[in-house]
């Protein structure tokens, strides 16, 4: 292998039976779901993807899954209650992993919040070696071997920057065009709902809105829309978001 050069290990992501282990995952933001459902399937998952929080409860309750992955913050149902549901209703998901997916791991309050509900956390956005390691944690609670496996093979070195560029020359220019367009007015729309939050002093969902953006930017590297965010975050004014909403604007037509 020359210098430089990513590897992805590819360990059996398989069941008894040699069929594919299957992921429910629940993401609201289209742009960020697509991405992150494309890292799961080159891992070799098959992925049952769901909008909102009461949709990966039901999805649950018809279908086994390997692997359960929820977004902290979505509307109709956010992953914690979604997860905390899951536990207490369903028992054949006693022994299934969740996993939960936040832009806010950091935060001691967020930490707080999904201690209980879930197995572990996976940062968002997670790039492909991030994921996968949280994925093969996740294997390794049902399968020692799997565990072993990894350990053995050493440490991934896979960048988000290489998925993305492979997502983009997978795809046509139009259709990446399309899913760019759909984050910038995903971003836009969350932006102006930040607007309103603020002036109505309603910090929690000024949050939850602030949470969104900083996952779908970062997904896409978005790297100045991130930095006029961290900005709203640290001087909440309508400058900032006006700034914030100017970068989104000129990341779509770079």
Known sequence: MTAGTTKLIQPPFKRADGSPRRVLYAE??????????????????????????ELAVQQAREQNYDVILL????????????????RSELKHCDDTPILALSAF??????????????????????????????MT??????????????ANEGPTHVTANSLLGALRRAVTAGS????????????????????????????????KCAHSIKGLASNFEATLVVAKLEQCRADVTQASLEALLLEIENWLIS
């Open 28 to 53: 609201d933001q289209t742009s960020s779901r697509i991405v992150t459902t494309a890292m799961l399937k080159k891992m070799g998952f098959l992925v049952d993807a769901v909008e909102d929080g």
């Open 71 to 86: 977004d902290i913050e979505m509307p109709v149902m956010d992953g914690v209650t979604a997860a905390r549901s899951i």
């Open 105 to 134: 791991l950091a935060d001691s309050t967020e930490v707080t919040i999904w201690r209980d509900a879930f197995d572990n956390a996976v940062p968002k956005p997670a790039n492909s070696n991030e994921l996968f390691k949280a």
């Open 137 to 150: 944690k996740a294997m390794g609670m049902k399968d020692r071997n799997l565990q072993q496996l990894v």
């Open 176 to 207: 990446w065009r399309r899913l760019q367009i759909t984050a910038a007015n995903e971003m836009r729309q969350l932006g102006l709902v930040m607007g309103a939050a603020h002036e109505a002093g309603d910090i929690e969902i000024y949050r």
